[in-house]
């Protein structure tokens, strides 16, 4: 249960801000998110780290010498906006490039590489990883599908503290993509975690039982056995790890790993210390040396009840950065020499969203209906808010409704802004689009951004707003998210929804029929697929390792995106 919060919707933001007032030695707020209080050494490559809230002390509180230069930090279980990432990569930049690294989930995947695409266009040089140490959420023949958890930490040090060794940016790249190929992680679950202002955990684990293959968002596990003994549960992540060693890894006799037990959030530190007591015991008898362990909270998820045991198999090279001293809020060790130089406090860029490109009549006469659209949009999300996240909780991580809230909001927002400064609707959907991103990141904000960013590109700010217009745009809209998320009808997404609204849309307007009877016909088409995923496995997104859990159960995203295309319909009925 999370009983201290104030709006469940800025839990995220307060806890940040009271983050960064608690550590001043170490952090300083920048937009997005924190960097080092110090700032990064000049020439030094900066490693940018990220994700969503909920997981303290990744990240933020990983910021410091000999860890991360900066983190982007999210709402809660949702990953920053490429807005974010990018403001918080130029705030950390030192002059040599930067890494940003983050779990491997769909919308951190997403916006880390708009961010990236955004800072090379900019002249940053910039590298992306994303950690896939989690060995329950993806078969061993496919590691790239695998998701981030406790092995963050071991990872984003290795990087970190090839940076601090004066390597150039594709130096520390390798050493991290081989920090990740050769760490493991694996955990259990006893009850799942309460979102802020949630009345219920989004799952439960069964009295005398536990989840095996716990994931960070509260997800439930791929399994479930009876509740362990400490010594059992023990011997469990010890012998699952042990059969799946890295491949220059042939046995565990001799070989030398950095070992994390991590609680996820409400399990005591006595009860990690007695399973670690046989962790180690385990180890020693397999031959394995531990070196530098940590047992603690590292990468939690609220007040979940697990533990995962991670283990990093050290050769001589990641041994030395391993054991490299570090000073951030949530951890330290060795003493570290005196600071390099470093540049001042990057400046934060002026806001040049006050202007708006010239309109037509026409189109800033279309702007106004974008906007009631808008505002019918993010009202039939506000009214399904609590249907969107149930059905997300049951093989995702539950925040879909509290995302859609959040952009949508924004988008409606910034609208009307641009409105009143007089946009044509081209404008008024390219600002909705940016603020819906910005504000919400997770996939469904970069997602919904690229939707409304389709249609705006389409109607454009001169020409009038024809029914072929905007199917192109929504066709346009349908190859954008296809491109982006790499989803295809059948994976159970969004994509299954989008495609027939965006298909049976062009054909009705092809065939010359007006707009909203057009419209009409593809948001039944949309509303009819969206029903039909319940009946699909899912192949993307945080459902996937669930996929038998979901069977039953439609698509979050594609539902919301059957009921906004309903919702619109009765904008453009009202309009004509
Ligand atoms: N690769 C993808 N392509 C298209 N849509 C996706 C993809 N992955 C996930 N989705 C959609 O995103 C929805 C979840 O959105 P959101 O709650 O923002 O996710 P998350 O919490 O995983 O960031 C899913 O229900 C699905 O419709
Ligand atoms: O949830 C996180 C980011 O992934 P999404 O796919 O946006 O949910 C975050 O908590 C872990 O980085």
Redesign the pocket.
Known sequence: MTRLFNDPTAFADEALEGFAAAHRRWVRSVTGGVVRAGGTPDGEVAVVV??????YP??SGLVGRGLAHGAAV?N????PSAQQIRSVARAAHGGAGVLLM??N???????FGQAAERLAGEGVEVRTLAVTDDISSAGPGQPAERR?IAGDLPVFKAAAAAAEEGLPLDEVLRTAEHANARTRSFGIAFSGCTLPGAGHPLFTVPEGRMAVGLG??GEPGIGEEPLPTADEAARLLVSTLLKELPDDVPTPEGARTAVILNGLGSVKYEELFVVYRTVAALLADAGVEIVEPEVGELVTSFDMAGVSLTLTWLDDRLERLWRAPADAPAHRKGALEAPAAASGPREEEADDTAAVPPASEESREAAATVLTALRALAGTVDEHVEELGRIDAVAG?G?HGI?MQRGSTAAHRAAAEALALGAGAGTVLTRAADAWADRA???S?ALWGTILRALGTALGDQDAPTASRVADGVTEASAGVRRLGGAETGDKTMVDALVPFADTLADAVAAGEPLTGAWDRAATAAGSAAAATAELLPRK??ARPHAEKSLGTPDAGAHSLALITRAVHGVLHHDH
């Open positions: 990220g994700g969503g809230s909920g997981h990744a990240f999210g809660v279980f949702a990953s983050y779990g989930y769909a919308g951190d995947v997403l916006h981030g960070i968002h991580d925040d995302g990141g997770g996939t904000g997104g945080r």
